[in-house]
Nanobody, 126 residues
Framework: QVQLVESGGGLVQAGGSLRLSCVASGRTFSSFALGWFRQAPGKEREFVAAIGRSGSTTGYADSVKGRFTISRDNAKNTVYLQMNSLRPEDTAAYYC???????????????????WGQGTQVTVSS
């Protein structure tokens, strides 16, 4: 069992920045990959970014590439999502998730993630 708790969301103007954090507990943090997903009202949950167990492998959705950076600190059991140049279309609830399968590269499909946090809201005003 893995527990995930996100924080760092809020209201920001377009062009601004936010850093989301997700603290994990329950299992050895370096034993699983992590991902960030988001869901806007009336839309399906979509992949944002993912990072492998050591932090050396990352992946991003095209819509955030060059603006968002995922990282992890295995000593602090924390994964981060640095979001720069935010746009109104980035408004959504953001979720971190844990992928327990060590055999694959960081996944982009939500159904491959076994554990999820409760989400943190990000609102970008124009």
């Amino acid at each position: 069992q893995v527990q995930l708790v996100e924080s760092g969301g809020g209201l920001v103007q377009a062009g601004g920045s936010l850093r989301l954090s997700c603290v994990a507990s329950g299992r050895t943090f370096s034993s699983f990959a992590l991902g960030w997903f988001r869901q806007a009202p009336g839309k399906e949950r979509e992949f944002v970014a993912a990072i492998g167990r050591s932090g050396s492998t990352t992946g991003y959705a095209d819509s955030v590439k060059g603006r968002f950076t995922i990282s992890r600190d295995n000593a602090k059991n924390t994964v981060y999502l640095q979001m720069n140049s935010l746009r109104p279309e980035d408004t959504a609830a953001y979720y971190c998730a844990a992928d327990m399968d060590i055999r694959r590269i960081p996944a982009r499909v939500a159904s491959l993630y076994a554990y999820w946090g409760q989400g943190t809201q990000v609102t970008v005003s124009s």
